[in-house]
């Protein structure tokens, strides 16, 4: 029913009241309709709109309809960021407010969803609860995106190759500008199906150049890897602060710094000591106190919130903070004064924690120490540590929620806890550049210290061994018998490491070696992460939580039936505990051929960790309250969980705003989305290394582990060192093969030959390409490769039509 029109110009608030009633998109048009407006009145209406826009009550979409500021308008244009179990999620294509895009539900007609990452869609929107969901209208043709590709030329005409190995489709090239055969460019698509052509945007050089690899990462994600001008005179500006009388000093402590031999920026330090009331230890975690430079509202503070965090190449990093800041005055550098947020711990003899208290400290750190240097150390006095030999096995957190892992860019950048581990993200260690080999570090550990001290062995100074590392040894095995006792998930499964020489070529890709050193720094910093959170619950303030949830039960029900496959039975109506998976994998012994299959399969069934202001604790570290806190130089949600801590402690400037405590649903949404990019990022440019490095390796015959099958063939991974490759169906041989879904298996139906998840063969590569990280592989000669297919009458394929290879025949599940 219309409204009834008032008489004259309307009011601010009328104005709001039918925006927001409205069910379609009010422009000017139809508010002056609604209004019955003159047209003198309506050029008032016109400054009106204008005024209230510039104070922020409403915002215009395209089309000029308007909406109230901060919300979603009735109709938009969305872009589907996730298609997970069914569900559509999209946000919208346009937004200029100061908060994170919304994230709405999309609801589709028909059972199974016809959108894909990145599709573009018409949507009429309307509220649901405390969010938005999206009814799609149309879905629209994508965007003129920049193609990432490779220039090819044959004969006289020249194509784009895409980088992206999903897309197989090369496009003619119609303007080629300045560029040349074989280099990497960014090109804009034009035209429409069938003659779409691309035109040369921006020329970036050799692909197969050093450092091109994360080049090519940084365009396709949209990476921020430039600060703008604003923001680097901002930090060079709030270097220059002086440290308050204020802090509480530290300074006299022989705290210590351990980090990877490469480590450009020190985000963390720990010490410890033996209580003389004999009741465990007194220890602190002194983080880098990036809130007091960071202000919220700052330049810095929208460039960090924009980028979400920290992302590492084996060649680079994309930092989170500028340089001035990240790896200069925020740095906890050896013999430099720097600000800290102290975690001030106490240990139990058995490991808990009994009470911990914060404060804005100063520290003086004794000395910056490699894991390899601080191992080397220990092992010369103490028995039973070295390489992952404490009790309890290794790799439960890195496995699980390799973010805490180690403080340091995880291995596998974020919680992806529905892949394998077979696609680790690089580590800080990997980079290049800085000119500090392992002699260099020792060098580096002599500033500050006593010239008439002598060093050890190892490099570390035998009087900062005893007054330091042995106290954290101590304190640290109480912590590892409290962490056994409350058996967090333990899932020991490979990392790659890519090693480079000054000049960005590779050396060598290899498993990553663990070592105590670095299980002793991140049982530390998980103490000090629930700690964190503990503390802000005892204020009642709010807490982005790192939150791990227990898998659901569709995805139980999925490793019951593949469990069944080697006889190992699952019962569903158990209460599951991480103990549950750590009894299966007891259960298949070390040298079961299955066991990385297993645990692979272990790792795809938990629930991807994600940043929320819901207790909802951390399943995998068997946790129930778990906070970022210990790396706030490279991930935003430390820097909120920092500033909560100022605001409901009381220690000065910096806290967290109110209006940004009100917006955590969103802000975690938001940071947990640039968490994933960064992983997929990351993973991606470790897979085009190992593409490089495996270039010169064609035609040989390679020892592979099938990490996924389909039914159109299985992927498979060169043993230790990594990457994805596919072994099409049609190559196996002239059988049929009936895909197993629950077995994840493939199966000839005439020899029984079958290709399963986890198993070791020897494969052919017959391509790598860099420049998209792809592999390609075929069974040797003589394993069915090649062979000719007999064609029998009932077995002939119409060709032309699409689907699964002709011989592959599906059975689902039972």
């Known amino acids: ?224 890897d430039e600060f703008r001008t604003e923001a680097v005179v901002e930090a060079k500006h709030v270097a220059k602060q002086k440290l308050g009388d204020d802090r509480e000093d530290l300074t006299h402590l022989p705290i210590v710094a351990i980090d990877p031999e490469d480590a450009r920026d020190h985000d963390d330090a720990i010490w410890a000591q033996p209580r003389e009331d004999g009741d465990g230890w007194d220890a602190i975690v002194a983080i880098a106190d990036v809130s007091y430079y960071v202000r919220p509202g700052s330049e810095l503070d929208r460039e960090a919130r924009a980028r979400g965090n920290s992302v590492y190449f084996p060649d680079r990093v994309v930092p989170m903070l500028p340089h001035e800041l990240s790896s200069d005055i925020c740095s906890l550098k050896q013999g430099e004064t720097r600000a800290a947020l102290a975690c001030h711990l106490h240990v139990g003899k058995g490991g808990e924690l009994k009470s911990w208290q914060f404060s804005r400290a100063k520290i003086c750190v004794a000395a910056n120490i490699a894991y390899e240097d601080a191992q080397a150390a220990m092992d010369a006095i103490l028995p039973g540590t070295g390489r992952g030999t404490a009790e309890g096995g290794g790799g439960a957190e890195g496995a699980v929620d390799p973010s805490v892992s180690l403080r340091e860019p995880p291995s596998r950048s974020g919680e992806d806890l529905n892949e394998p581990a077979s696609s680790p993200c690089s580590m800080p260690e990997l980079l290049p550049g800085d000119g500090r080999g392992p002699g260099a570090q020792s060098a580096t550990l002599e500033q500050g210290l006593d010239p008439g001290l002598r060093r050890g062995t190892s490099g570390v100074d035998p009087e900062l061994v005893d007054k330091s590392l042995k106290p954290l040894w101590a304190c640290w095995r109480a912590l590892l018998a409290a962490r056994n006792k409350r058996e967090p998930l333990e899932l020991d499964l490979p990392e790659r490491r890519v090693m480079l020489d000054e000049k960005g070529r590779i050396l060598s890709v290899a498993p990553r070696e663990r070592l105590d050193a670095h299980r002793l720094v991140e049982d530390f910093m998980i103490a000090a992460n629930v700690a964190a959170a503990k503390a802000l619950e005892r204020k009642k303030a709010p807490v982005m939580y790192r939150v791990h949830e227990a898998p659901g039960r569709e995805k139980l029900v999925a490793l019951r039936d593949y469990l069944a496959t080697f006889d190992l039975e699952f019962a569903l109506g158990q209460l599951v505990r991480p103990a549950t998976f750590n009894r299966i994998i007891e259960r298949i012994g070390e040298d079961h051929e299955a066991r990385p299959e297993i645990m692979e399969q272990l790792l795809r069934t938990q629930m991807q960790a994600r940043y929320s202001p819901e207790p909802l604790g951390h399943f995998g570290l068997a946790l129930g309250s778990y906070a970022h806190f210990t790396s706030p130089i490279r991930r935003y949600a430390d820097l909120l969980v920092h500033r909560a801590l100022v605001s409901f402690n009381k220690l000065g400037d910096g806290g967290l705003p109110p209006a940004d405590a009100e917006q955590f649903i969103e802000i975690g949404e938001h940071i947990s989305m640039l968490e994933r990019r960064a992983m997929e990022a990351e993973r991606e440019t470790i897979d085009r290394y190992v593409a490089a490095f495996l270039a010169d390796k064609v035609g040989q015959i390679l020892r592979c582990r099938i990490t996924g099958v389909q039914p159109f063939g299985f992927f498979a991974t060169v043993e230790d060192l990594g990457g994805d490759g596919l072994v099409p169906a049609a190559i ?53 490769a090649g062979a000719p297919r007999v064609t029998r009458r009932r077995d002939r394929v119409r060709t032309g039509k699409r689907g699964r290879p002709a011989n592959i025949r599906h059975r689902g599940r039972r």
């Open 732 to 784: 196996l041989g002239n059988e049929y093969f009936r895909y197993d879904e629950a077995a994840r298996a493939l199966v000839g139906e005439d020899s029984g030959e079958t290709y399963r998840v986890g198993q070791h063969l020897e494969l052919k590569l017959v391509e790598a390409n860099p420049a998209s990280g792809a592999l390609r592989f075929e069974l040797p000669e003589g394993k069915f």
């Open 1 to 224: 029913m219309p409204r009834k029109p008032s008489p004259g110009l309307p009011t601010r608030k009328q104005i709001l009241d039918f925006i927001e009633s409205s069910g379609q998109p009010a422009g000017k048009r139809e508010i002056a309709r609604a209004f019955g407006l003159s047209s003198h009145d309506k050029i008032m209406l016109k400054a009106m709109l204008k005024d209230m826009a510039d104070e922020g009550l409403i915002d215009s979409s395209p089309g000029r309809a308007f909406h109230k500021a901060g919300g979603v308008p009735k109709v938009t244009v969305l872009r589907v960021v996730s298609v997970d179990d069914g569900q559509v999620w999209a946000q919208p294509e346009s937004w200029h407010a100061d908060t994170p895009p919304p994230k709405l539900r999309v609801i589709e007609r028909g059972r199974r969803s016809a959108l894909a990452i990145n599709d573009r869609i018409l949507a009429r929107t309307e509220e649901a609860g405390k969010g938005y969901v999206a009814h799609p209208m149309k879905k629209l043709q994508r965007s003129a995106e920049l193609v990432l590709g490779v220039v090819r030329r044959e004969g006289d005409s020249f194509y784009l190759t895409p980088v992206d190995k999903k897309e197989r489709r090369e496009l003619p090239i119609s303007e080629l500008k300045d560029a040349q055969e074989g280099d990497l460019v960014l090109a804009e698509p034009s035209g429409r199906p069938p003659r779409v052509t691309a035109r040369v945007d921006a020329i970036l050089g050799d692909p197969f150049a050093p450092r091109s690899f994360s080049l090519i990462a940084i365009h396709k994600y949209g990476l921020r």
